[in-house]
């Protein structure tokens, strides 16, 4: 190697070092993030549609080198032949330079390049990416530079130069060009819509909208969440590929933008399924940036609670559209009854025009009044062919029952209200007292709810309908009662009548109603 060689070689290898340092001190600090995004750009590989080796441009001579570009084939590259001898009388050096970017906002952490260079001698300079690399006439070699902080873009040249004379046959490539790109830019979701999120009760199919943007790498994914779950999910099309090749396997990307930059996703969703439950649900959607690592960038909307009630059972029969339930006894959608006695209420399902709907699930649900806040399945019966149904209600406290008919998400009810009469028991002792003595009265109220309630007593002479207050007691958690009444001005024998009575009283689910009357005998002289 002649002296003139030596430092034109060495001027060169410091005019690209200069040129690095000023990449390097122009790139903008990345701002930091919980797991960016990371992924690899390919280039000149043939798993990428038509090789992808965009921008590239040759520079140089074509009397003497032939430039060939064939990264779509396999086995393809982007390189320089010499198919005659030439020197540094013939031009300037010739170079491929193919550009490489980052993703917005993102930077290059790394290029990994598969290249070979032969017939170089002490005259020439052949290259990839930096002088000195590869080495000459070793075969095809991997090499990785690292970039610290990332590079906003990068250059990979691909040289043959020649300072005296170069040998015919000579020629450089480069191939399998991995790019190590880093996306610290989130995405966001932007809008979130549709029947689930309107603030309604959500029953059956409900629809979901939502749309997502990213500056980075692109939207690759947008998931809808439903208690911490995934419900269902939408993946946009994105330019990537399944690289097989020494310097990278698996999922690349063709461009530093594969995915859309805004995305759009419409889903239906069954709120019978899980992961929706009865009740209170925790809803958001999230969206993914592209990576071909384990780290994503992901954002999520705010949670919003949406309430599913499916709890009347769906009826396979569709069409209903008006619906009437009354009590029997009555024609109406309240009724008192005496204790221990039910009710029966019919009604009938019909669509919009009037005409009977056969065959449907008519659901039956009870709430009983001060015990449960919601209502409870009781039953389903069936419409029959003139679209009747009819449901016994068995005997009880007071309930509001909930007839319905739903098909789907469409749902219609009716409200009914039924109370039936408490009925105390009353136990008297002893039976028979002298004047001035004291009977022990006790009994029972039905329940629920029976403790801490209040019972008036009442007292009749014989052959009186008249009832005369006697005192009042409270139950315990039992509901059992107590009492104590004296005889102090009874001037001869006789027999009294006693009954316990109860009234309306708030959170217990029995309307006001007596005992049977009970007997003492009252012994004077």
Same mark, same amino acid.
């Given at each position: 190697?002649?002296?003139?060689?030596?430092?034109?070689r060495?001027?060169?290898?410091?005019l690209?070092?200069f040129?690095?340092?000023m990449?390097?001190?122009?790139?903008?600090?990345?701002?930091?993030?919980?797991?960016p995004?990371?992924?690899?750009?390919?280039?000149c590989?043939?798993?990428?549609?038509?090789?992808?080796?965009?921008g590239?441009?040759f520079a140089?001579?074509t009397?003497?080198?032939?430039?060939?570009?064939?990264c779509g084939?396999?086995g /393809? *590259?982007?390189?320089?032949?010499?198919?005659?001898?030439?020197?540094?009388?013939?031009?300037?050096?010739?170079q491929?330079?193919?550009?490489?970017?980052?993703?917005?906002?993102?930077?290059i952490?790394?290029?990994?390049?598969?290249?070979?260079?032969?017939?170089?001698?002490?005259?020439?300079?052949?290259?990839?990416?930096?002088?000195?690399?590869?080495?000459?006439c070793?075969?095809?070699t991997?090499?990785?530079?690292?970039?610290?902080?990332?590079?906003?873009?990068a250059?990979?040249?691909?040289v043959?130069?020649? #300072?005296?004379f170069c040998?015919a /046959?000579s020629?450089?490539?480069a191939?399998?060009?991995?790019?190590?790109?880093?996306?610290?830019?989130?995405?966001?979701?932007?809008?979130?819509?549709?029947?689930?999120? *309107?603030?309604e009760?959500?029953?059956?199919?409900?629809?979901?909208?939502?749309?997502a943007?990213?500056?980075?790498?692109?939207v *690759?994914?947008?998931?809808?969440?439903? #208690?911490?779950?995934?419900?269902?999910?939408?993946?946009?099309?994105?330019?990537?590929a399944?690289?097989? #090749?020494?310097?990278?396997?698996?999922?690349?990307?063709?461009?530093? *933008?594969?995915?859309?930059?805004t995305?759009?996703?419409?889903w239906?969703?069954d709120?019978?399924?899980?992961?929706?439950q009865?009740?209170?649900?925790?809803v958001?959607?999230?969206?993914?940036d592209?990576?071909?690592?384990?780290?994503?960038?992901?954002a999520c909307?705010?949670?919003q609670?949406?309430?599913?009630?499916?709890?009347?059972?769906?009826?396979?029969?569709?069409?209903?559209?008006?619906?009437?339930?009354?009590?029997a006894?009555?024609?109406d959608?309240e009724?008192?009854?005496?204790?221990?006695?039910?009710?029966?209420?019919?009604?009938?399902?019909?669509?919009?025009?009037?005409?009977?709907?056969r065959?449907?699930?008519?659901?039956v649900?009870?709430q009983t009044?001060?015990?449960?806040?919601?209502t409870?399945?009781?039953?389903v019966?069936t419409?029959?062919?003139?679209?009747?149904?009819?449901?016994?209600?068995?005997?009880?406290?007071?309930?509001?029952?909930?007839?319905?008919?739903r098909?789907?998400?469409?749902?219609?009810n009716?409200?009914?209200?039924?109370?039936?009469?408490?009925?105390?028991?009353?136990?008297l002792?002893p039976?028979?007292?002298?004047?001035?003595?004291?009977?022990?009265?006790?009994?029972k109220?039905p329940?629920?709810?029976?403790?801490?309630?209040?019972v008036?007593?009442?007292?009749?002479?014989?052959?009186?309908?008249?009832?005369?207050?006697a005192?009042?007691?409270?139950?315990n958690?039992?509901?059992?009662?107590?009492f104590?009444?004296?005889f102090?001005?009874?001037?001869?024998?006789?027999?009294?009548?006693?009954?316990?009575?109860?009234?309306?009283?708030?959170?217990?689910?029995?309307?006001?109603?007596?005992?049977?009357?009970?007997?003492?005998?009252?012994v004077?002289?």
């Amino acid at each position: 190697m002649t002296a003139r060689s030596t430092i034109n070689r060495s001027r060169r290898a410091a005019l690209v070092g200069f040129l690095l340092c000023m990449v390097l001190s122009a790139a903008p600090s990345l701002a930091s993030a919980i797991g960016p995004s990371q992924f690899v750009v390919e280039l000149c590989d043939p798993a990428i549609p038509g090789g992808n080796a965009p921008g590239a441009v040759f520079a140089g001579n074509t009397n003497f080198v032939t430039p060939y570009n064939n990264c779509g084939q396999p086995g /393809g *590259s982007l390189g320089i032949y010499a198919f005659r001898e030439f020197g540094k009388d013939q031009g300037p050096s010739n170079q491929w330079t193919l550009p490489v970017s980052s993703p917005p906002g993102g930077g290059i952490e790394a290029l990994t390049v598969s290249a070979g260079a032969c017939g170089g001698n002490q005259f020439s300079e052949f290259y990839v990416v930096q002088p000195g690399w590869p080495p000459n006439c070793v075969g095809e070699t991997r090499e990785t530079f690292k970039f610290k902080p990332a590079l906003p873009s990068a250059v990979v040249p691909i040289v043959m130069n020649c #300072n005296g004379f170069c040998p015919a /046959g000579s020629q450089v490539y480069a191939r399998y060009i991995a790019v190590k790109a880093v996306d610290p830019l989130a995405p966001q979701v932007v809008a979130v819509g549709g029947s689930l999120v *309107s603030g309604e009760v959500a029953r059956g199919h409900q629809n979901v909208s939502a749309e997502a943007t990213d500056q980075g790498g692109g939207v *690759s994914n947008l998931e809808l969440l439903v #208690n911490g779950q995934q419900a269902t999910t939408f993946q946009p099309h994105c330019e990537v590929a399944q690289a097989t #090749n020494p310097n990278i396997i698996g999922t690349v990307a063709a461009s530093p *933008s594969p995915c859309p930059k805004t995305a759009k996703a419409s889903w239906s969703v069954d709120t019978a399924s899980s992961p929706f439950q009865q009740g209170a649900n925790s809803v958001q959607v999230c969206v993914s940036d592209f990576s071909s690592f384990t780290t994503v960038n992901k954002a999520c909307s705010a949670p919003q609670t949406v309430s599913v009630n499916n709890s009347c059972t769906a009826s396979p029969v569709a069409g209903g559209a008006n619906l009437t339930a009354t009590f029997a006894r009555n024609h109406d959608e309240e009724v008192t009854v005496p204790y221990n006695h039910g009710a029966n209420i019919v009604g009938a399902l019909l669509d919009a025009s009037g005409n009977p709907v056969r065959g449907a699930t008519i659901c039956v649900q009870g709430q009983t009044l001060g015990v449960h806040r919601e209502t409870v399945p009781l039953a389903v019966e069936t419409t029959d062919a003139h679209g009747h149904f009819t449901y016994k209600l068995r005997p009880g406290p007071g309930r509001r029952v909930k007839v319905g008919y739903r098909h789907d998400s469409f749902q219609v009810n009716r409200l009914l209200r039924f109370q039936a009469h408490g009925k105390p028991t009353i136990r008297l002792s002893p039976s028979v007292v002298g004047a001035g003595g004291t009977v022990h009265i006790s009994g029972k109220i039905p329940g629920p709810k029976a403790g801490g309630r209040t019972v008036a007593i009442k007292a009749r002479a014989p052959h009186s309908t008249r009832r005369y207050p006697a005192g009042e007691a409270t139950t315990n958690r039992h509901g059992v009662y107590r009492f104590s009444y004296r005889f102090d001005n009874t001037g001869a024998t006789t027999v009294y009548g006693f009954e316990a009575e109860t009234s309306k009283q708030s959170g217990y689910s029995w309307a006001p109603g007596h005992s049977k009357a009970a007997f003492v005998k009252v012994v004077v002289g």
